[in-house]
């Protein structure tokens, strides 16, 4: 009995470890990584939502808030006023919740007047209730993915892009031109029932509102050994790890000649617009004249990029994305000469 009980004990304390670990798996595989000025706000909304479920189901029974704080050491001053405490989350969690949603989605910081901001924010019930409800969801499924991954020996690589909704179905579409251009043949099909249902479990309650967060019509590009999946802020490519890496280096080659963005920061985003118009008219007018007008415009984009004061990453990634480009105005120059 006495190993028993060692045992459970042993279970509860590692029970917050491995819950944090299946939550953090659930919100990558909903949202893939997301850049850094929203993954502030969307880990408090996740956290504050999935606590509002756990407060709603203590004031509604007793019995599961007894068991819930078990969990925690709550102090003795504070055990009467659990219940009143419980009701205060249940209240507020989703006025929090509506007032961050501004951070996570472009049209909501858009809002002006009073009532503009009011409606915001009191949206924050529906998007909790379905946040919450979506990520338990998640909590429960996600590690049966995890297992069948690591079973068949597949590997996972992120690409981070930025892919507006109108965009997004025609990124797909030049993704896989451009593989299938090299050998990697894809079919379209729908994302996984185990990504579909919580999705559609967040949009019923969220709207719009998650439409910089989760693609309302998720598309798998898959071939033999292969997963694709894009989303708003990521690209995952999944796969035996041979197939994976192939495909990941296609991706990143051709994603330049896409709407997508390669970075993340919106200062990073008006340098790397530059670089694609410099792009774009380079494709459309070949010869020496237009190469040498193109370096030009290439040399002045680059002493901007220097002097900025962007993260490493999005500095690393402007630069990857000049040298795509530069790489084409030469063979802009020397095609005539071919």
Known sequence: MA?????????????????????????????????????TALSIVSLGSVLWIIALLGVLSPSIASFLLAFITVPEFL?????????????????????????????????????????AVLRGYPYTIGFGLTLVLLVVLVPLVRARDVARGWATTHIPVIVEADDYHSVVTLLRRALRERGIDTRLEPVSWVLRLPTR??????????????????????????????????LVVGGRPERTAAAAAILLECLIYTKAHLTWDEESHR???RLQS????????????????????????????????????????LFRIKLQVETEVLRAALEPMV
């Open 201 to 234: 479990v967040l949009a019923f309650f969220a709207g719009r509102t998650i439409d910089g967060l989760v693609a309302q019509d998720m598309k798998s590009m898959r071939a033999e050994g292969l997963e694709i999946l894009l989303h708003p802020s990521d």
């Open 271 to 273: 340098l790397e617009d």
């Open 79 to 119: 055990e009467k006023w659990m219940r009143a405490l419980m009701i205060l989350l249940v209240a507020t969690i989703p006025l929090g919740v509506g007032a961050l949603t501004r951070h996570l989605h472009p049209g909501a910081r858009a809002a002006r007047g009073p009532l503009a901001q009011m409606g």
């Open 3 to 39: 190993l028993f009980q060692a045992l459970l004990a042993a279970l509860f304390r590692s029970m917050g470890s491995i819950l944090n670990t299946a939550f953090g798996w659930a919100t990558l595989m909903l949202f893939g990584r997301t850049p850094r000025k929203r993954r």
């Open 278 to 317: 410099i792009l774009h008219e380079t494709l459309a007018r070949r010869g020496p004249r237009s190469a040498s007008s193109s370096d030009t415009r290439l040399r002045t984009v680059e002493r901007e990029i220097r002097q900025t004061h962007l993260p490493y990453e999005e500095i690393e990634k």
